[in-house]
Structure formats: structure tokens, C-alpha cells
């Protein structure tokens, strides 16, 4: 019977590959130098758009940490003849939306619009200016400024916050990775116009931009679209490369107190980049250790056996360089130690025994059998399309993804693990901790 059902799910993951339409890329670079991607779709009559650039918080140093994020957060409050709110009121017209996306890598803007012309040449004519010629005005940094401040002065109350900025530091530690990306209250203040004015023409650059555009226009207009909003771009010489993350870092405990009722735990260490051949091998594999909800295995040890914690969690964040592997939970401070102890062993045990047959196939299932809703409208596949053009990865990806993640065998996961987790060299946070601990440092985990 076990043979049978196996057999059935097999074929239920072929076919869901097999059914699988992924969208057609095409990919050029422009005169300006941007690299655009483009998936061409006339099935609503909507563009979506993304312009990003290598401007993110890992760009800052820690004397003037933040100054990324406030420059993509007053990016667009004014440009070349146009307010703040004059770009608010005609986009609102034409009903079109800008968004934004930012992290340790990456800073952009995202423009969802009407296809027709009269719409779509208004909407590209605002994010063209907003995106070449942005006025950073002083009144409107300085409320930023003021806003983001006050903003960081709450995080540091806030337990979560406390607890994702040590955690950061302490499996990053000087790397730019660690650096918060809202930066500094101190730092923040501190920031000037010239400097933002500096960050701009040093990393909004027309040969490192990524275009993705995808919706109801054609290759010439696209191509049309993609100059447009590059040309004017400054020239300047690309940024100096980010410096390696060092992988391995030593164990360490942080006790904080916090008047919270629950600790909120956080342990990990640097994981894995974008581009990592390990990439689906520890991704699979840490769906069903954390990554997949109820099914996962620390869920199963934490919550359903034992109710320690509502949720719990584990993931990789795949940067350029290699991002953070994260376990997070929170729990009540009675149980704190209760819990960690739990989830060390549980993360130990999976990476010396590995996973078993059912459990792969039941996490293979579950992605694929997901994957289709990963790619069910044009937002989520500009966004894919922004990714694989920053982060170079295969026009094929989406393509591809199905079978690398059904390709994936229990060997691989359990040799991925043992050379990409270390339990023994872990950072561990601890806010809102037990207050019979002594806060701070508590060593080496145990």
C-alpha cells in the first residue's frame, strides 16, 4: 500500500510540472545600460514595472547608517515640476500606483498602471522624472527624517524590533549586512541633503538598473519604456562590491529583559546567497524542518507535542552574499529555556539523522503543488522578473524550479545541512528573557 501511494504521488508531482505555464522572458540590455527583462501579456490591460537598483541598506557605512533607506524613502516626494503631492494627485487620476521595495541589496520603485496610452505615457512620465530627477527637497527630508526618527525611537521599545536588531548584529557583526537598514537614531539625525544628494549619484546608476516590465505592451514599446526611464540616469563608475560575509561565527547567548510577556527568541547564523548550488537542497530541506507551517518538524516538537509556542519558524534569506539562516519563536518566559533547549536539539537531531522518504515527498507535494499561485498574477511575476535580473539568475528559473526542487534526494539535504549549519556556532537572542537569568552574554550554547 505504501509502495502504491508513493507511486500516486510521483505522478501527482509530474504531473503538476508537466502542467505548469510558466511565462516567456526576454531579456536586452538598453542603449542606457539598464538590463531589462519583459514578459509580454495582453490578457488584462494592465503594465506592471519595477526599476531597481544596487542601493540597498548594505551600502551604508555605520556612521551614516540609514542613509540608503532615506534616500529611497524621499525618492519620490517631489521631482523635476513635480510636488510631492502633484505626483500623489496624478497618479491617483489615472488610478496607478507607485510601490516600493528595499533591503540589504536592493532599493526600488514599482509602478502598476492601465495599459492604454493616455494612462500609461502619464503614469511613465511621473516615474521617469521621480526616478531621474528627484529634488530631495529640504522640508521634505527633514519631515522624513523627523517621521523616522520618531519611528526608531518606538522600535526600541517594541520586543521585536530589539530582538531582530541584535540578531542581526550578532551573526553579521561589523559586515554591512548588520547594519539596520532605518539606520540610527543617532546616525540618522545626522544626515544632510548633499549626502543623500551623493547616495543617488553614486548608486542609482542607468548600467546597474533592472527593469522588469511585464503586462499588455509590445517589445518595441517595452524596449521604449525601458530607455525612457534609464537614460537620464546618472553615469557615474558602479559601487565598490560589498565585502565578503565571514560564514562562520562563534556561539553566542543574549539575554535582554524586557517587560513583555513573552520571550521572543531569535538563533542562526549566516546561511546562503542566491546563486548557491545548495540552494534548493537546503530550501527543500528547510521546509520541513520550519519553513512549512504546521508540517514542519519544529512546529510538530514545540507547538503540537508540547504547546510551548503558538508558531514557530525557520528560513534562509538568500542575498546577494549569504544572508541570515533564521529559528524564531516566541513563547512564554517560564518556558523560555524550555523551548530553546527543544529547538537545539530538534535542529541537531535533523542535521545528524536527515529527513525520511515521507517527509521529502510530502514537502515536494506541498511546493510544487504550491508553485502555481507563486506565479498567478503579473505582480508577483514582475517581481520574479526583478529578481532574476538583479540577482542574475537563469532566464530559465521559473522554468526550472519544479524540477530542481522535485531533483532534490535526502542525501543532498542531509550533506547541505552538515556543511551549512553549524548548531554549535549559532547566535541566540533572547528578549523579554527569564528574569532569574543575568542579562547579557551567557556564553556558548549549550
Keep these: 500500500m505504501h509502495t502504491k501511494l508513493l507511486a500516486a504521488a510521483v505522478l501527482f508531482l509530474a504531473g503538476i510540472a ?4 510558466t511565462p516567456h522572458i526576454q531579456h536586452w540590455t538598453s542603449p542606457s545600460g539598464a538590463r531589462v527583462y519583459f514578459v509580454e501579456n495582453h490578457d488584462l490591460p494592465m503594465l506592471d514595472l519595477t526599476v531597481t537598483f544596487a542601493a540597498g541598506s548594505s551600502f551604508d557605512v555605520a556612521e551614516k547608517s540609514g542613509l540608503a533607506g532615506l ?38 520603485i514599482s509602478l502598476r498602471t492601465l495599459s492604454s496610452t493616455t ?45 531582530e536588531k541584535a540578531f542581526s548584529k550578532a551573526v553579521f557583526g561589523t559586515h554591512p549586512y548588520g547594519l539596520p537598514s532605518s539606520g540610527e537614531v543617532s546616525t540618522v539625525e545626522n544626515i544632510q541633503r548633499t549626502d543623500i544628494e551623493a547616495f543617488y549619484r553614486a548608486h542609482y546608476l542607468a548600467k546597474t538598473a533592472v527593469v522588469a516590465i511585464m503586462g499588455d505592451v509590445t517589445r518595441v514599446e517595452a524596449e521604449a519604456i525601458a530607455q525612457n526611464l534609464t537614460a537620464q540616469l546618472p553615469q557615474g563608475i558602479e559601487a565598490v562590491q560589498v565585502a565578503p560575509v ?10 535582554i529583559i524586557h517587560p513583555a510577556t513573552q520571550s521572543h527568541i531569535l538563533m542562526g547564523a549566516p546561511g546562503l546567497a542566491r546563486k548557491d548550488p545548495d540552494y534548493f537542497a537546503l530550501y527543500v530541506g528547510n521546509h520541513i524542518l520550519g519553513g512549512g507551517g504546521f508540517v514542519s518538524r519544529l512546529m510538530h516538537e514545540i507547538r503540537e507535542k508540547r504547546g510551548l509556542a503558538y508558531s514557530v519558524y525557520s528560513y534562509f534569506i538568500p542575498m546577494k552574499l549569504p544572508g541570515a539562516y533564521q529559528i524564531g519563536l516566541q513563547t512564554k518566559k517560564n518556558q523560555a529555556d524550555e523551548a530553546l533547549q527543544l529547538v537545539r536539539a530538534t535542529l541537531r537531531e535533523f542535521i545528524v539523522k536527515g529527513v525520511t522518504k515521507k517527509e521529502l515527498q510530502a514537502s515536494k507535494q506541498n511546493i510544487i503543488g504550491g508553485f502555481p499561485l507563486r506565479i498567478d498574477s503579473n505582480k508577483k511575476i514582475v517581481d520574479y522578473l526583478s529578481v532574476i535580473g538583479f540577482y542574475e539568475l537563469p532566464l530559465t528559473y521559473l522554468d526550472d524550479f519544479v524540477g530542481n526542487v522535485d531533483k532534490v534526494t535526502i542525501a543532498q539535504i542531509r550533506a547541505a545541512f552538515e556543511r551549512r549549519v553549524n548548531p554549535d556556532a549559532m547566535a541566540t537572542v533572547i528578549v523579554g528573557a527569564p528574569e532569574t537569568q543575568k542579562p547579557g552574554n551567557a556564553g556558548a550554547l549549550q
Excluded: Y
Design 18 to 21: 508537466s502542467a505548469l505555464a
Design 71 to 108: 534616500t529611497h524613502r524621499t525618492l519620490d516626494l517631489g521631482a523635476e515640476g513635480l510636488s510631492e503631492d502633484d505626483i500623489a494627485r496624478n497618479l491617483a487620476d489615472i488610478g496607478a500606483q507607485f510601490g516600493k521595495n528595499f533591503d540589504a541589496d536592493r532599493a526600488g
Design 119 to 163: 494612462e500609461r505615457v502619464q503614469a511613465l512620465n511621473i516615474l521617469a522624472r521621480v526616478l531621474q530627477h528627484p529634488l530631495f527637497q529640504e522640508d521634505m527630508l527633514a519631515r522624513e527624517k523627523t517621521r523616522l526618527i520618531a519611528g526608531l525611537k518606538e522600535d526600541e521599545t517594541k520586543p521585536e524590533r530589539i530582538a
Design 246 to 255: 565571514a560564514m562562520q561565527i562563534k556561539a553566542s547567548e543574549q539575554r
